[in-house]
């Protein structure tokens, strides 16, 4: 007799999903009793940690991630997580355990009453097997439908007996064979209407977005500004990068805020958005979208993003596909070629403390050419991006959905996936303490991230929005007292407290030069750049 468990992992198996993040209890132990020796499990001790080690793992692979956990109360804990990862469009599978079939009538302890509704809307498909067999195919549509574009996590609920059921062996065998391609550009016509747009356009522009992060995306966006003279901004508050910004041409950050952009803008007559949204803004600063005049063609693989656009067309397919076809479509450019974008603001080592500009600015110059940066410092991003420069793919993660506890995790699952990669981890002194035992499992696996706090004692970003509105008087704000080298140092991570520049320096220095996990507390002053 062949099991459900027996074949679900041969399903696995073949389509490449052999390691698993997860938080077991209880119901998922019929699914781990026996666990094969070629998987992998990284186990996370709180959920919000677990999926954002598999959203990290699953960017900086291109690939689904598997999670596993514990029933209604294990995906709720990690529903937090789920917001970040159904705003990037990580493709995630979540298997969450379920009481036996026969005491789900009664509900007895530990019974999901509604799996499928718990989790949305931030799961693509949700989908409970009305049979044992059937947990292979729904794993397997699961796997196909994450990957689908717009990808994004799916959840699948396997009651706890399913696994020693009797399995449908050939049924597993066609799975495990079957694959789906979903690669198109966007329809022709279009493609070529637009060529026609942006050889016409007097002072074209190029807006990179998380689409184009991947190295595909990267290459086909790189090559369309160089083949056309485009100048290139990073769309506003997209949390990956979808150009070098090393690159001449590039040009920026954009600002967060409708009047930013109409403002920023000022002077190009065809706006091109690639992989990006019409726009993330946050907060709300009411302005003229765009410059007077001007057009905007918006290049998305998301028909719902396309339709909740504001303002301009849009275009619907593979966006690196789309820029590829539009590359052969539009002649050569002969403008000249965009002014040299803005270089790194110059920073003040001098004093007693440090700005977050300046620690950027010391990572910066540490920082091996493949090293990558997971930023979830949110009162100071804007200047990791102006200070840190990237020219490589696949090089900055941040968390797309605002939801704090990303940075440790997703940084253990970059580097997971990336281990020839240095990875640095800059976070809050706030935001570390949502997902604060992800450093155990850095500890556990011997995962080489470093971890930079930036600490100021208190939400500064909060603090800052409440200068933007006026408001005053406002608790809750501060958070004295917490000894994060204390706390890296009880779940076995190596931590030291730094305060100057050169002491930064020496100490990225040796965490690049002898690997493996590490904190790096750095006080900081509090002044940096915020979104508006």
């Given at each position: 007799?062949?099991?459900?468990?027996?074949?679900?992992?041969?399903?696995?198996?073949?389509?490449?999903?052999?390691?698993?993040?997860?938080?077991?209890?209880?119901?998922?132990?019929?699914?781990?009793?026996?666990?094969?020796?070629?998987?992998?499990?990284?186990?996370?001790?709180?959920?919000?940690?677990?999926?954002?080690?598999?959203?990290?793992?699953?960017?900086?692979?291109?690939r689904p991630a598997l999670v596993n956990l514990h029933s209604a109360p294990g995906v709720a804990t990690g529903m937090g997580a789920l917001v970040n990862a159904a705003a990037g469009r990580v493709p995630l599978v979540?298997?969450?355990g379920q009481q036996i079939r026969a005491m789900l009538t009664g509900q007895a302890l530990l019974t999901n009453p509604d799996p499928t509704t718990l989790p949305r809307p931030l799961v693509k498909w949700s989908f409970?097997?009305?049979?044992?067999?059937?947990?292979?195919?729904?794993?397997?549509?699961?796997?196909?439908?994450?990957?689908?574009?717009?990808?994004?996590?799916?959840?699948?609920?396997?009651?706890?007996?399913?696994?020693?059921?009797?399995?449908?062996?050939?049924?597993?065998?066609?799975?495990?064979?079957?694959?789906?391609?979903?690669?198109?550009?966007?329809?022709?016509?279009?493609?070529?209407?637009?060529?026609?747009?942006?050889?016409?356009?007097?002072?074209?522009?190029?807006?990179?977005?998380?689409?184009?992060?991947?190295?595909?995306?990267?290459?086909?966006?790189?090559?369309?500004?160089?083949?056309?003279?485009?100048?290139?901004?990073?769309?506003?508050?997209?949390?990956?990068?979808?150009?070098?910004?090393?690159?001449?041409?590039?040009?920026?950050?954009?600002?967060?805020?409708?009047?930013?952009?109409?403002?920023?803008?000022?002077?190009?007559?065809?706006?091109?958005?690639?992989?990006?949204?019409?726009?993330?803004?946050?907060?709300?600063?009411?302005?003229?979208?765009?410059?007077?005049?001007?057009?905007?063609?918006?290049?998305?693989?998301?028909?719902?993003?396309?339709?909740?656009?504001?303002?301009?067309?849009?275009?619907?397919?593979?966006?690196?596909?789309?820029?590829?076809?539009?590359?052969?479509?539009?002649?050569?450019?002969?403008?000249?070629?965009?002014?040299?974008?803005?270089?790194?603001?110059?920073?003040?080592?001098?004093?007693?403390?440090?700005?977050?500009?300046?620690?950027?600015?010391?990572?910066?110059?540490?920082?091996?050419?493949?090293?990558?940066?997971?930023?979830?410092?949110?009162?100071?991003?804007?200047?990791?991006?102006?200070?840190?420069?990237?020219?490589?793919?696949?090089?900055?993660?941040?968390?797309?959905?605002?939801?704090?506890?990303?940075?440790?995790?997703?940084?253990?699952?970059?580097?997971?996936?990336?281990?020839?990669?240095?990875?640095?981890?800059?976070?809050?002194?706030?935001?570390?303490?949502?997902?604060?035992?992800?450093?155990?499992?850095?500890?556990?696996?011997?995962?080489?991230?470093?971890?930079?706090?930036?600490?100021?004692?208190?939400?500064?970003?909060?603090?800052?929005?409440?200068?933007?509105?006026?408001?005053?008087?406002?608790?809750?704000?501060?958070?004295?007292?917490?000894?994060?080298?204390?706390?890296?140092?009880?779940?076995?991570?190596?931590?030291?407290?730094?305060?100057?520049?050169?002491?930064?320096?020496?100490?990225?220095?040796?965490?690049?030069?002898?690997?493996?996990?590490?904190?790096?507390?750095?006080?900081?002053?509090?002044?940096?750049?915020?979104?508006?």
């Amino acid at each position: 007799m062949t099991s459900v468990r027996e074949t679900t992992f041969e399903l696995f198996r073949a389509y490449g999903l052999t390691t698993v993040f997860g938080n077991p209890g209880s119901t998922e132990l019929p699914m781990l009793v026996d666990f094969p020796a070629d998987f992998r499990y990284v186990l996370g001790l709180q959920e919000g940690a677990v999926v954002g080690m598999a959203d990290g793992y699953a960017q900086a692979t291109g690939r689904p991630a598997l999670v596993n956990l514990h029933s209604a109360p294990g995906v709720a804990t990690g529903m937090g997580a789920l917001v970040n990862a159904a705003a990037g469009r990580v493709p995630l599978v979540v298997t969450a355990g379920q009481q036996i079939r026969a005491m789900l009538t009664g509900q007895a302890l530990l019974t999901n009453p509604d799996p499928t509704t718990l989790p949305r809307p931030l799961v693509k498909w949700s989908f409970e097997p009305p049979r044992p067999q059937d947990v292979p195919a729904a794993l397997a549509r699961a796997t196909m439908l994450a990957m689908q574009p717009p990808r994004g996590p799916v959840l699948v609920s396997l009651p706890m007996d399913d696994w020693a059921a009797t399995a449908d062996v050939e049924a597993g065998r066609l799975l495990a064979a079957r694959r789906v391609a979903a690669n198109s550009a966007a329809p022709t016509d279009a493609v070529r209407v637009l060529a026609d747009r942006l050889a016409a356009a007097r002072s074209p522009v190029l807006l990179a977005g998380s689409a184009v992060a991947d190295r595909d995306g990267w290459t086909a966006a790189l090559a369309l500004a160089e083949h056309c003279r485009l100048p290139v901004y990073w769309a506003p508050l997209e949390p990956r990068c979808g150009f070098p910004t090393s690159h001449p041409a590039y040009q920026g950050t954009l600002p967060a805020t409708q009047a930013g952009v109409g403002t920023a803008l000022q002077g190009h007559d065809l706006i091109l958005v690639a992989g990006a949204s019409v726009f993330r803004y946050y907060p709300h600063v009411p302005g003229p979208p765009l410059p007077e005049g001007a057009e905007l063609v918006l290049l998305t693989d998301d028909p719902e993003e396309a339709a909740r656009a504001p303002l301009g067309d849009a275009i619907v397919g593979e966006v690196a596909a789309t820029l590829r076809c539009l590359l052969d479509a539009v002649p050569a450019a002969t403008r000249p070629a965009p002014p040299i974008g803005p270089q790194p603001r110059p920073v003040e080592f001098a004093g007693g403390s440090l700005t977050a500009a300046a620690a950027y600015a010391v990572i910066a110059r540490t920082l091996p050419p493949d090293g990558i940066v997971v930023c979830e410092s949110v009162s100071n991003l804007r200047d990791c991006q102006d200070q840190i420069r990237f020219a490589t793919p696949g090089s900055f993660y941040s968390p797309a959905g605002a939801s704090l506890g990303f940075g440790v995790p997703a940084a253990i699952g970059v580097q997971l996936a990336r281990p020839e990669r240095p990875v640095v981890a800059v976070v809050g002194d706030g935001a570390l303490q949502y997902t604060v035992p992800a450093l155990w499992t850095a500890a556990r696996y011997d995962v080489p991230v470093t971890v930079v706090v930036l600490r100021n004692d208190r939400y500064a970003v909060l603090e800052d929005y409440c200068d933007f509105l006026g408001a005053t008087n406002v608790p809750g704000l501060r958070v004295p007292g917490i000894d994060n080298v204390l706390l890296a140092q009880g779940y076995g991570v190596s931590a030291s407290s730094v305060h100057s520049p050169d002491e930064l320096d020496a100490a990225l220095r040796e965490a690049f030069a002898n690997p493996g996990p590490r904190l790096l507390e750095v006080p900081i002053d509090g002044s940096g750049a915020t979104h508006w």
